[in-house]
Nanobody
Framework: QVQLVESGGGLVQAGGSLRLSCAAS????????MGWFRQVPGKVRECVAA????????WYADSVKGRFTISRDNGKNTVYLQMNSLKPEDTAVYYC????????????????WGQGTQVTVSS
């Protein structure tokens, strides 16, 4: 069982930056692939970034490539999403997710989800 708690959301102007954090419970965090998803009302939740358990594989949605960076600190049981050059269309609820398989995270079918944190980018 993995429990995930996101933090770091908020209101930022277009062009600004935010860093989201996701703290995970459980001693097996380092064996899980992690991902960040986002969802706006009326749309499907989409994966924006994922990282393998060993940190040697990452994946990004085209819409965030070059602007967002996912990273993890297995010693702190935490995964991060650094978001730069934010745009109004990045406004969404952002969710952290975990699964033992990297491909399953990217496919949008992870076993574990956080409760979400709101990111609002004003123009």
């Amino acid at each position: 069982q993995v429990q995930l708690v996101e933090s770091g959301g908020g209101l930022v102007q277009a062009g600004g930056s935010l860093r989201l954090s996701c703290a995970a419970s459980g001693r097996t965090f380092s064996s899980y692939a992690m991902g960040w998803f986002r969802q706006v009302p009326g749309k499907v939740r989409e994966c924006v970034a994922a990282i393998s358990w060993s940190d040697d594989s990452t994946w990004y949605a085209d819409s965030v490539k070059g602007r967002f960076t996912i990273s993890r600190d297995n010693g702190k049981n935490t995964v991060y999403l650094q978001m730069n050059s934010l745009k109004p269309e990045d406004t969404a609820v952002y969710y952290c997710a975990a699964d033992r398989a990297f491909g399953t995270v990217v496919a949008g079918l992870p076993d574990y989800w956080g409760q979400g944190t709101q990111v609002t980018v004003s123009s």
